[in-house]
């Protein structure tokens, strides 16, 4: 379906009647139905969107929400946060930026500050997207830390430098 102009289109109807052809001219004022972004199949959390499972939807416009995809660019390389379900309107909520740290991934934990750098190991107890804070359990001795989120597998820390006080 191409695409049209909101405004005043006139249609001429012909048709048979037993007195003989009835012509008939009317003028229909068109409004196009906003667009939406619709799963194009059902889309499982955790799943990276492409721009495959993306197809465009016309909607009525009393049923369109601000919360509402209209734009491809936004979704697509994104992870579903939530299942979507095939042809329903996809959401900015139902989807974010990809998880590098699941809830219960062994990580690395690197600790920088005043030039030193230190590396640990330690069990994810949240999970996070780049540059997002997640609390994390090192595994030897047994502390709980916050550290952001740099990369799959990885958390930093990073600390201000000591200060000498004169």
């Known amino acids: ?11 001429l109807m012909e048709w048979r009647s037993l007195e003989g ?3 008939s001219e009317f003028s ?3 409004h196009p139905h906003p667009r939406v972004l619709v799963a194009s199949r059902s ?7 492409m721009r495959g499972d993306l197809t465009e939807k016309p909607i009525r416009e009393e049923d369109f929400q601000d919360g509402f995809v209209i734009d491809p660019d ?3 390389g994104k992870e579903v946060r939530a299942s979507v379900r095939i042809g329903k309107p996809i959401r900015h909520s139902d ?12 990580i690395e934990v690197r600790v ?4 030193v750098t230190v590396t640990t190991n330690a069990k994810s107890l949240g999970s996070g997207a780049a540059a997002e804070l997640v609390e994390v359990e090192t595994l030897t001795p047994r502390k709980r830390l916050i550290a952001r989120v740099v990369q799959p597998g990885l958390v930093e820390i990073v600390t201000r430098a ?4 004169p």
């Open 95 to 106: 989807f974010g930026s990809p998880m590098l740290v699941e809830r219960g991934d062994l």
């Open 43 to 49: 889309l499982p959390r955790g799943h990276r969107i």
């Open 1 to 11: 379906i191409d695409p049209f102009a909101s405004g005043l289109c006139r249609f």
């Open 162 to 165: 000591p200060q000498v006080k």
């Open 28 to 30: 229909v004022k068109l």
């Open 112 to 115: 920088v500050g005043g030039g």
């Open 74 to 76: 936004q979704a697509i």
């Open 21 to 23: 052809i009835v012509q």
